[in-house]
């Protein structure tokens, strides 16, 4: 049974460079800007949001404030009553939070739904945000002797890689430099400005220094602050919505598929479970092509381009290969042809993904979607995919724990 079609009417993305605790603001003013950014950017009004859900990772470690689904109604009166809740996945959070609207959506409870991301991660130091979001390890039981948490974890995964098929730096250093480069289109990305020399993406200990074993700063993910908001619709009011504004409902982008699976906390597991078997994580790529299956997309060759989680270059390296861009293990062939990136034969992370544009941890899932659907719509700007009709995302939480991929696709 075929589920109805949930179409995405719009939205909006906060200035990833923005540090909202310096300038007076917190995370409520990211949920409220937000909010207001994506129905300007929609020309809705709050009557027309029927059901608002929040995606939100550390709100109590970083500001000690729960309950972040009824912030929108705090910060905006007019929605005093409108049915809201708070979603966390670590870094997927807001993918959880998409799934559950489309999910109301397509029971037919709800027409139009608002679903937003925010995260507040630079009013604290940087190690202390770092130590902040080790709560979505298994605190106690993994990384215990790492000094930072994330780095670590995702450095495992690079040794497993190596371990199993090879995996030279190079290739990870030029990830950071595709993703960094790609960046300085995007106006709203937080490294814009930020400048680098060729050895910024070397093993050069002092322009590239190690963080934690074979990762180094240019294959980090950014601590940020913003917000990113999608509005998504039923097709009935998404028809009648397209219609006042003078065009088709063909001319709207649509979630075409997703897929969703969680493995255990633990990495060590994970990797463990896979050993046997050539897709180092075999769960992202049943999640991949779950997404693949709903939406009728044969593979890799039906995409125009990916947005994947790259909290580390090793994570956009296990994305490539599980996308099925190269066999598993030869995530470098997609690298050092050129398939990767602008112009390539599927451009990942065109915005300039985690390491470019920044990674507000509860926002990024919100943030991919969007992303897609400017994309599919030809209004990415100065980091748009040429012709871009189908876009995929691949959004993960914790060590590829909980895992969302979407296939946002337009039809005229």
Known sequence: MTAPRVYILGGYQTDFAKNWSRTGGDISTIVRDTTLGALAACDLQPGDIQTIHVGNAFGELHRNQAHLGAMVASTIPEFYGTPASRHEAACASSSIAILAAMAEIEAGRYGCALVLGAEEERNVHGDQAAKNQAAAAWVGHEGENAKFMWPYMFSTLGDEYDRRYGLKYEYLGRIAEINLGNAKRNANSQTRAWKFTADSFREDDEANPVIEGRIRRQDCGQITDGGAAVILASAEFAAAYAKRRG???????????????????????????????????????????????????????????????????????????????????????AIESGDIA?????????????????????????????????????????YQIEGARTVQTLNVGGSCTTVVSFVVARKA
């Open 342 to 382: 602008p112009g390539g034969k599927l451009p990942i992370n065109a915005s300039g993904g985690l390491i470019g544009t920044g990674h507000p941890v509860g926002a990024t899932g919100a943030r991919m979607l969007l992303d897609a659907a400017k994309q599919v719509t030809g209004t990415a700007g100065d």
């Open 247 to 333: 065009g088709s409902l063909d001319q709207l982008p649509h979630i075409s598929g997703w897929g969703h699976r969680t493995a255990g906390l633990l990495m060590s597991e994970k990797l463990e479970r896979s050993r046997e078997q050539p897709y180092v994580l075999p769960h992202v790529r049943e999640a991949i092509c779950a997404a693949w299956e709903r939406a009728g997309v044969s593979g890799p060759a039906a995409l125009d381009g990916i947005e994947t989680h790259d909290c580390f270059t090793t994570t956009e390296y296990m994305a490539i290969d599980h996308f099925g861009l190269t066999a598993p293990g030869e995530s470098w062939k």
